[in-house]
Structure formats: structure tokens, C-alpha cells
T-cell receptor, first 114, second 114 residues
């Protein structure tokens, strides 16, 4: 399995501000993924963080709103920009290991926007 | 368009009995199916997976069955324990370039009564 840590674990923010979430993995991985779980909803993929190239975003998510950095093979950040109450969610970092049938998630960052 | 569906929002089972959680999908490109358990305020925990070339995969108390023609899979937990009480998510990906890009169902809340 993979050991994934995220910071912060939770935060309460004011609308219009930005929050950067960090994800650290215990070993090098090629791709890291960012997901969101809105209240009462399932998990939705935001983007794929590739080391050495720009992140690729899923439909409905844009770089201006969710800029991502991937400075090395064990670390990534997701920024939630110009937040509104609709951004209140759990944000989760995820990595694969052996192949497409094994994938692990971090503990999540619970974000509340007032 | 909900490509992965878990039609039962909740399931209640007596300790020691079998829990059966169901999942249906519509996208015939899905090649890998994963099950996760999630406690409140934690990230999803990977349980077991199956590839589309198999119809059964077993790991301890957990067995996943795949009926590709019906686009249906199920997770069996035997025997069920109170510690199994959590939200269970079914997820799928198409492998290849979609590696890591999981599509999740809505989840089923499992309650195991002592």
C-alpha cells in the first residue's frame, strides 16, 4: 500500500480567499490525482498531476480555479482559488501503485467556506 | 450521466451474516473495478479489485463478483462484523491512458448490528 499524508486536515475559510492543500507520498509515483467529495455526494476526479508537465483537468474543472503543482515525484499541491461556499468539500489526493486495479487515497482535507 | 450506480443507499445486516453490496455500470470501456470502504472524516480505504477478464476475486472475508454481460458487480463480506459498518464505494476505470481516473458510485451505507 501507499502512505499518503495531506495538510491541512481541515480548514474554515472566508469566501474570496484561496487555500493550498499539500499531498506527500512515501515513495515516488508517476501520477498523482486530486479528487473532490462534495457533501452527500460521491468522489469526483478534478485533475491528474504529472511531474514535469502541466496538470490535466477533467471536464468542469479549470486551472484558474484549481491550480496544481507537482515539483517532484512524491509531492503535489492543489490550490482552491477565490473560494465560495460551493467549494466546501473534502479534497483527496490519490496515487496508484502496481497498476490500474490498485489505487490509494490520502486522509483528505475537509474544507468549509463561509 | 451516472456511469457507475449503487442503487441501494443503505444496507443493514446482522453480525456474522453475509453483506452483499451491489454496483451497476454502463460504460463498456471500464476494465477495472475497485471497492473502497470509507469512514467519516477519513479517506477511502482500498479493499479489493477485479479486472474485466475475471469473474471473481477473493481476499479474506471479501469477495467481488463480476458479471460483465450484465454490467454488474457485487461485493460479498462474510462474516460481517460491526467494524465493517461504513460507506462502501464502487469505482471503475478504463485502464490504459485512463489509469488512475476512477468513476465512483454514490456509495452504500452498511450497518452491521451486533
Amino acid at each position: 500500500s501507499a502512505v499518503i499524508s495531506q495538510k491541512p486536515s481541515r480548514d474554515i475559510c472566508q469566501r474570496g480567499t484561496s487555500l493550498t492543500i499539500q499531498c506527500q507520498v512515501d515513495s515516488q509515483v508517476t501520477m498523482m490525482f486530486w479528487y473532490r467529495q462534495q457533501p452527500g455526494q460521491s468522489l469526483t476526479l478534478i485533475a491528474t498531476a504529472n511531474q514535469g508537465s502541466e496538470a490535466t483537468y477533467e471536464s468542469g474543472f479549470v486551472i484558474d480555479k484549481f491550480p496544481i503543482s507537482r515539483p517532484n515525484l512524491t509531492f503535489s499541491t492543489l490550490t482552491v482559488s477565490n473560494m465560495s461556499p460551493e467549494d466546501s468539500s473534502i479534497y483527496l489526493c490519490s496515487v496508484g501503485r502496481v497498476g490500474p486495479d490498485t489505487q490509494y487515497f490520502g486522509p483528505g482535507t475537509r474544507l468549509t467556506v463561509l | 450521466d451516472q456511469q457507475v450506480k449503487q442503487n441501494s443507499p443503505s444496507l443493514s445486516v446482522q453480525e456474522g451474516r453475509i453483506s452483499i453490496l451491489n454496483c451497476d455500470y454502463t460504460n463498456s470501456m471500464f476494465d477495472y473495478f475497485l471497492w473502497y470502504k470509507k469512514y467519516p472524516a477519513e479517506g477511502p480505504t482500498f479493499l479489493i479489485s477485479i479486472s474485466s477478464i475475471k469473474d471473481k476475486n477473493e481476499d479474506g472475508r471479501f469477495t467481488v463478483f463480476l458479471n460483465k454481460s450484465a454490467k454488474h458487480l457485487s461485493l460479498h463480506i462474510v462474516p460481517s462484523q460491526p467494524g465493517d459498518s461504513a460507506v462502501y464505494f464502487c469505482a471503475a476505470n478504463a485502464g490504459g491512458t485512463s489509469y488512475g481516473k476512477l468513476t465512483f458510485g454514490q456509495g452504500t451505507i452498511l450497518t452491521v448490528h451486533p
